[in-house]
């Protein structure tokens, strides 16, 4: 490639991610060459605040968490295509905004009819 | 030489964490093995210059699709003793050589490089990343775009038709 910028103001995030992924592994394994190793069934059981565990902890879930899931991805992409629209606002003008405006209202509607179905009641 | 380095390093952890997604028999170990994926994905964006792709691919795909993935793994009840086991492997390697095949062609055929765009690497630079993204999207791909809150829209009230129970 002819033409290829190193992006170097991404530098620190790299000399972050190296210093908190090498001391996560660090200590742990520091911790396992320092400890004894004695494990029995007690010890390698899950701890739950010291009663002994008596389920399995995959239960099944209630169906109302996808819809929470669900309106949280579609507003999250909502509030993604809010970032280029508001860095760029100043050099396209009253016709974006506009368009911007259509598009929180068509979303606008799916909350409503969120709301008007019970959607979000965490009741009933 | 440190970009190629960098690239290699991607390039290697999500082929292999790839690998984990289809391998693992625990559903959640896949889930896990995807969130590495995506992760470094967003790794090669920044290589490439997209830092915006890569913001998103942190936020949307690391964050919100994968708590979807693994919110409809605890719905479906993926314990250890129904863990799924399809027995299909003569459908797996016959779509398997057809995506090789497709993918060795494609590698072939768009091996000869077509004309530049306008839009070089330098000038998106000293425009801004996220800018460029901004100015293109509202004016140029205005009809795209709001067909997107269209689409949302639908996968919303989709949403909530299926999973709400009607009130009787």
Same mark, same amino acid.
């Given at each position: 490639?002819? $033409? ?27 911790? +396992? ?44 992409? $909502? ?5 280029? +629209? ?12 506009? $368009? ?21 009641? +965490? $009741?009933? | ?11 290697? &952890? ?6 984990? &997604? ?38 949307? @795909? ?19 003793? @129904? ?21 060795? @062609? &494609? ?19 000293? =425009? ?9 999207? @509202? ?6 775009? =709001? ?18 129970? =009607?009130?009787?």
């Amino acid at each position: 490639m002819p $033409e290829t910028f190193l992006p170097e103001s991404y530098l620190p995030v790299l000399i972050f991610l190296i210093i908190a992924s090498g001391f996560a592994i660090g200590t742990l394994v520091a911790g +396992w060459l320092i400890r004894p190793s004695r494990p029995y069934a007690k010890k390698l059981s899950p701890y739950e605040s010291g009663n002994p565990p008596f389920s399995d902890a995959r239960q099944p879930f209630p169906i109302r968490y996808y819809i929470i899931a669900m309106l949280f991805v579609i507003f999250d992409i $909502e509030a993604i295509f809010l970032y280029p +629209w508001a860095v760029a606002y100043n050099k396209i003008g009253l016709y974006a905004l506009i $368009e911007m405006i259509l598009f929180i209202i068509i979303l606008f509607v799916g909350y409503i009819y969120a709301l008007g179905k019970g959607a979000l009641d +965490w $009741e009933s | 030489m440190i970009l190629n380095l960098l690239f290699f390093y991607f390039a290697a &952890v999500i082929v292999i964490s790839a690998l984990f &997604v289809i391998i693992k028999r625990n559903a959640f170990h896949s889930a896990v093995a995807l969130l590495v994926t995506l992760i470094h994905i967003a790794g090669i964006f920044i290589l490439l210059n997209s830092e915006f792709l890569a913001a998103v691919q942190i936020l949307v @795909y690391a964050g919100a699709i994968l708590v979807m993935i693994i919110f409809v793994l605890m719905f479906l009840n993926v314990t250890q003793r @129904y863990r799924m086991f399809n027995r299909q492997k003569f459908i797996a390697f016959l779509m398997g050589i057809i995506l090789v095949g497709e993918v060795l @062609y &494609v590698i072939s055929v768009s091996a000869i490089k077509g004309p530049k765009g306008d839009f070089s690497i330098a000038k998106i630079m000293s =425009e801004g990343n996220t800018q460029a993204i901004g100015r293109i999207l @509202y004016t140029d791909y205005l009809f795209p775009f =709001e067909v997107a809150s269209i689409i949302l829209l639908v996968a919303m009230i989709g949403a909530i038709v299926l999973a709400k129970k =009607e009130p009787q």
